[in-house]
C-alpha cells in the first residue's frame, strides 16, 4: 500500500482542474439579419469544444436558449446603459431584476461584462468614474443576493488603454486613464474577477506589414522578439497580454492577483481591396492556433504558469455590423450555420451523436461531457467542506459509506477527499448542473477522473 503522504499527493494531483484541456469561448454578436435562431445556435454549440459564450447584451431569446446546455454564458451592460446603472445601487438591481435574475439558475450566468471597450469608444462623451461606479453598483447587488461568489462583474477593454505595447516590459496605461484604471484594477483583484483585453494582432499587421511578421501576427513560431527585460515571444499576442500585465504591475498591483482573460481575439477572412492579410487562409490558420492555445494551459513569458482564459471573435459573419468589410468578416461560420473555413471545433468531452445539424460537427444526443465530476477545491475552508459533507451523507442525503473506515475511498483519511466524494455523489444523483456543484463555492467540476487505486468515483 502507498504511504498516505503518497496519496495524499496523488490525490492533490487530481484535484487539479482540466488538467488537458481548457474553456474555449466564442463571442456571439448578432447584427446580421441571416443567422439562426439562439435556441439552434445553443444546441448546435452543445456538440462542440465551446463551453462559454460571451454576448454583448442582455437579449432575453438567447439567455433563455442557452439554459440547462452545461454552456456557461456572459451577459453585458451596454455602454449606453452605463450611465444609469452608475446612478445609484437601486438603478443596477433593477437592470440585474429585470435582465438577468428570471434566467438564474437555469441559465449558467458566470460574469457581466460592463460596456465595451467603454474608456475608449467616445472619451469626449463617456465618463470614466461611471464605469467604475456601474461595476461597483452591479457588484453590490450580486453580493446582496449571494451571487457574488458565482457571477463576476468585469469590463473588456482595448488595447488602446495602454500609452504604448511595446516593449512588453515597459508598458503603462495612458496618463489620462491612470486614475479610474486604479480604480478598476484595485475592485478586479478584490473580487477575484478577471482583467478582460480585446487583443488583435491582426489590426497590428494590417496596418503595418512592413514592420510587423506575418507569422509573428498568426501566433507561429516566428524568429522571436526580445524584450530588453529577456522576455522573448514568439507570437504578438503573448507581447499584447504582456504589455496588459505590465501595465497593471505599473499600477502598484505586482503583488495582487489578477487574473487575464482574452475577450475578443480573431482575423477576418475578407477586408477591404487591397488587405492583403484578411483571407481565408490566415482567418483559418490564426482561429485554428487560438483554440490551440486556449487548451494548452500555457502563459506567457511574462508569467508562464498563469492559464489564459480566451474567447474567440467571433462566431457568425455579421452582414448588418458598422465599419469597413473585415468588421463584418470575422465569423467562423456563415448565417446558414457552414463554415467560412475549416476550422476544428470537435468535442472529445461531449456525448456520442445521432446526426449532423450544422456548423459541421456532430449534434449531441445527451447531457454535454458525461466523463465530469465534481470534486472539493485544493484550498476550500474547511468548515464549510465539514458543512457540505455532513449535508451530504446526513439525513436523506446520499449513500457515504465508501468514505467510512471499511470503504474503499476511506483513505486517504482527508477532509477535502471525503468531501469530495460525498459532493461528487451528489452532484451526479441530482443532476450535473454548476449549482449541484457549487457547495457555497468550494465544488469544483472537472473532466479528469478523481478515482484512485480501489476508489472508484461514481458518473452518470
Not at 95 to 106: D, G, K, L, Y
Not at 274 to 281: C, F, V
Amino acid at each position: 500500500m502507498a504511504p498516505a503522504s503518497v496519496l495524499v499527493l496523488l490525490f492533490l494531483a487530481i484535484l487539479s482542474p482540466f488538467p488537458n484541456v481548457s474553456a474555449v469561448g466564442v463571442n456571439y454578436g448578432t447584427l446580421g439579419n441571416n443567422l439562426p435562431s439562439p435556441r439552434k445556435v445553443a444546441q448546435l454549440l452543445q456538440s462542440t469544444l465551446i463551453d462559454k459564450v460571451k454576448i454583448y447584451d442582455t437579449n432575453p431569446e438567447i439567455i433563455g436558449a442557452f439554459s440547462n446546455t452545461g454552456i456557461d454564458l456572459i451577459v453585458a451592460v451596454e455602454n449606453y446603459h452605463v450611465a444609469n446603472i452608475s446612478s445609484d445601487t437601486s438603478a443596477a438591481d433593477e437592470w440585474f431584476t429585470n435582465r438577468v435574475m428570471p434566467f438564474i439558475p437555469a441559465t449558467s450566468i458566470v460574469a457581466i461584462a460592463v460596456g465595451n471597450e467603454y474608456l475608449t469608444t467616445d472619451p469626449d462623451h463617456l465618463k470614466p468614474n461611471a464605469l467604475f461606479q456601474a461595476m461597483q453598483n452591479l457588484h453590490s447587488v450580486l453580493v446582496q443576493r449571494g451571487l457574488d461568489r458565482k457571477i463576476k462583474v468585469t469590463t473588456p477593454h482595448s488595447m488602446a488603454v495602454l500609452a504604448s505595447s511595446f516593449p512588453p516590459s515597459a508598458s503603462t496605461f495612458a496618463t489620462t486613464l491612470m486614475p479610474v484604471m486604479t480604480s478598476i484594477v484595485g475592485f478586479l483583484a478584490d473580487t477575484g474577477s478577471p482583467f478582460m483585453v480585446n487583443a488583435y494582432p491582426y489590426f497590428a499587421y494590417r496596418d503595418n506589414p512592413g514592420m510587423v511578421d506575418l507569422e509573428y501576427a498568426l501566433l507561429g513560431n516566428a524568429s522571436g522578439v526580445r524584450d530588453p527585460k529577456g522576455y522573448e515571444y514568439s507570437n504578438m499576442l503573448d507581447a499584447q497580454v504582456d504589455a496588459v500585465r505590465s501595465a497593471i504591475i505599473a499600477l502598484g498591483f505586482g503583488n495582487r492577483t489578477v487574473e487575464m482573460t482574452i475577450s475578443e481575439s480573431g482575423w477576418p477572412s475578407k477586408g477591404e481591396s487591397g488587405d492583403k492579410a484578411a483571407t481565408p487562409d490566415n482567418a483559418k490558420t490564426y482561429n485554428s492556433r487560438l483554440i490551440e492555445r486556449a487548451q494548452s494551459n500555457k502563459g506567457t513569458p511574462m508569467s508562464p504558469k498563469k492559464n489564459i482564459e480566451i474567447f474567440v471573435f467571433a462566431l457568425f459573419n455579421e452582414n448588418k455590423k458598422e465599419g469597413g468589410v473585415s468588421e463584418r468578416n470575422f465569423g467562423m461560420f456563415n448565417g446558414d450555420g457552414s463554415k467560412v473555413y475549416e476550422v476544428d471545433l470537435s468535442c472529445q468531452f461531449c456525448s456520442s451523436s445521432v446526426g449532423t445539424l450544422g456548423f459541421g460537427e456532430k449534434m449531441s444526443s445527451g447531457v454535454r461531457g458525461p466523463s465530469v465530476w465534481c470534486v472539493a477545491k485544493p484550498h476550500a475552508d474547511e468548515k464549510v467542506l465539514q458543512a457540505v459533507l455532513d449535508f451530504c451523507c446526513g439525513p436523506g442525503g446520499v449513500d457515504c459509506r465508501e468514505i467510512y473506515e471499511s470503504g474503499d475511498c476511506f483513505a486517504p483519511d482527508k477532509l477535502h477527499a471525503h468531501a469530495s466524494y460525498a459532493m461528487n455523489v451528489y452532484y451526479q444523483i441530482h443532476g450535473r448542473n454548476y449549482w449541484n456543484c457549487d457547495f457555497k463555492g468550494t465544488g469544483l467540476v472537472t473532466f479528469s477522473d478523481p478515482s484512485y487505486g480501489t476508489c472508484k468515483y461514481s458518473q452518470q
